[in-house]
């Protein structure tokens, strides 16, 4: 069978480590990323050939990068950018249609990119391969508490894998989730297994104008698609839905709530590095920092070079709600971290103030910048590591370490890595407005505006 890995959510209750510009798919907490471990999830299951990654513009260099340090780049077919965000169902639809051109009868399981999945899941995904020729397959985790940040779905008639599913449930309060509990409900994984004549034909009755999209080998129109999840828009509506159960380790990691109870705790509760006097059950995160937590429990602390958050850990779904109060104030520290990658490495902001910004600017060996300029700064290279090609007004010369450049504004420039290391430069900008939308780009390697 084939796998479809969705990566192109922004996870806001996990801010402040998740940023829409790098979401918590992409963050590297214990060295390696949920999407790499979906990933490496999926080559298990059907081989690096048979993976397709759906995501969107500004995160599909963060998916290539994240597979290139694996060492298993994929084909550009297999990588699909979604114009536009439109919900799940959409998504998979495009992702099925690709499936079927390259062969009509194969299945394909879904994964989400943001969860936690134990390998023990694999061979049951596999055992439950036959019911998808005649059954929109989901699957289901038998709850360990009456969670309210889960969908619920209650398993009906018995078959000979799994049961058909009679009904699917949004999350709950506390009340209704213990009654779902108390009543063998599961809850919903977000995993899906799909056969292509199924699916199509399930999506033809239910959803016919995104059925429509999906004949041809055009990108789908996605300015007129509704935006849809394939629960609401499909599995709630058709007759033919089985859910299998799955028997091993998993969590949506929504919340740092399921973030502690993912984490290994010491003898008092505690998760991550600190020192603690008389203090139980509480989260830190904060690299870099010495923390001390005294006479405090059910605390979480999350700290990064920009932003601060400090929680009771029975409240963190409420995180969100302290996203959409920065987002109504177009607040960038919801978009952005210091550190913001890009196709061609990353930059991290060291220092910022009204008239002049400090920034580290890593390039990858043998990768570029576009070729740009700025109305409104100036900036001052220092290269620190590797060496420079800078290209100015259409001439080029090399730096080297502890070399220097001025670019005024207006000057047409470059900077390219011509080596085999990274290359780091400082670069000061200087000027009455620093923001990133102050650049003209003229050619460009990755297909930039």
Known sequence: MKSIILAGGVGTRL??????????????LDGQSLFQKTFQRAVLLSGADGVIVVTNAIHQ?????QIEEMGSPLRESQILIEPEGKNTLPAIMWAMRQVRSVNPLEAAVVFPSDHLLGDAALDQIRAAEPLAKNYLVTFGVKPTSPHTGYGYIRPGRKLAVGNIADEFREKPDEKTAREYVK????????????????FFKELKKYQPALYSESIGDDIPDYASLD??????????????????PLDAEW???????????AEAHDGDGNVGT?????????FVHAPGKHVGLIGVNDLIVVDTADALLICNNQ?????????????????????????????????????????????????????????QLHHHRSEHWVVVRGTA?????????????????????????????????????????????????????FEDEYGRI
């Open 251 to 261: 969590s949506d990691l929504g919340t740092f709530k399921a973030l502690y109870d």
């Open 315 to 371: 409240q963190t779904e409420q995180v969100k709600q302290l996203v959409s109060r920065y987002n109504t104030g177009n607040n960038p520290v919801t978009k952005f971290h210091r550190q913001v990658h890009r196709p061609w490495g990353s930059y991290t902001v060291l220092e910022d103030t009204a008239v002049y910004k400090i920034k580290r600017v890593t390039v990858k060996p043998g990768e570029k910048l576009s070729l």
């Open 227 to 244: 935006a849809v999840s394939i629960d609401y828009g499909l599995l709630e509506h058709s007759k033919r839905v089985a859910v299998v």
């Open 15 to 28: 801010w402040p480590l998740s940023r829409e510009y790098y979401p918590k798919q992409f963050i590297q």
């Open 183 to 198: 009543l063998g409900y599961l809850w919903n994984s977000g995993i899906f297994l799909l056969s292509t004549s199924c």
């Open 389 to 441: 090609e800078v290209e100015l007004d259409g001439e080029s010369r090399l730096l080297r370490k502890g070399e220097s450049n001025f670019i005024r504004s207006g000057t047409v420039h470059r900077l390219k890595n011509p080596g085999l290391i990274p290359l780091e430069v400082i670069e000061v900008q200087l000027g009455e407005y620093l923001e990133e939308d102050d650049i003209v780009r």
């Open 274 to 282: 600190a020192e603690y006097i008389v203090a139980r059950n509480n």
């Open 61 to 65: 260099y963060l998916v290539r990068n």
